[in-house]
Each structure stands twice: as structure tokens, then as C-alpha cells.
């Protein structure tokens, strides 16, 4: 059994770079080793929320798409 993450983002509705906006913002105060989820719709998260986090040193853990939905596991560096 997986552990719930930390923090939950729902950015469907938004396109990129939203979803990372608010995934940075929800971050502020987290500490690292923690796991943040972000659930968007729109799929250029496939291509960007990677690229960002690499950039800012995070790992994706996972990234799942059902249907329109697509979750991310995110562990915050």
C-alpha cells in the first residue's frame, strides 16, 4: 500500500504553465523527501511537469493518465 501524499494540487481546467505554478506554490513550506500530487488535464503537463521538475531539481515519481486525467507523484527535492 502506497502512502497518501502530502499535499494535493487540482490544477484541471488550467493550461501549462499553470500546473507548475501552482505545484511551486504548494511546495513553498513543504520539506524535501515529502510527495505533492498534481492532477491536471491538460497534456502538455506530459511534456512540462518533467522539464520542470528537472530543472528544480524534484523527481517524478509516477505520471498516470485515465481517461482526460492525468496524476503525478512528485517528490520535492
Known amino acids: 500500500m502506497t502512502a497518501p501524499p502530502h499535499r494535493t494540487v ?6 501549462c504553465p ?3 505554478e501552482m505545484a ?7 520539506r524535501s523527501g515529502e510527495v505533492i500530487e ?4 491538460d497534456p502538455m503537463v506530459f511534456l512540462d511537469l518533467p522539464d520542470w ?10 505520471m498516470e493518465q485515465r481517461r ?6 512528485i517528490g520535492v527535492a
Open 24 to 30: 511551486a506554490d504548494a511546495m513553498a513550506g513543504m
Open 38 to 41: 498534481v492532477v491536471a488535464d
Open 68 to 73: 482526460d486525467v492525468i496524476t503525478t507523484l
Open 18 to 20: 499553470v500546473p507548475m
Open 10 to 15: 487540482d490544477a484541471r481546467g488550467t493550461r
Open 53 to 62: 521538475c528537472a530543472l528544480h531539481g524534484h523527481d517524478v515519481l509516477s
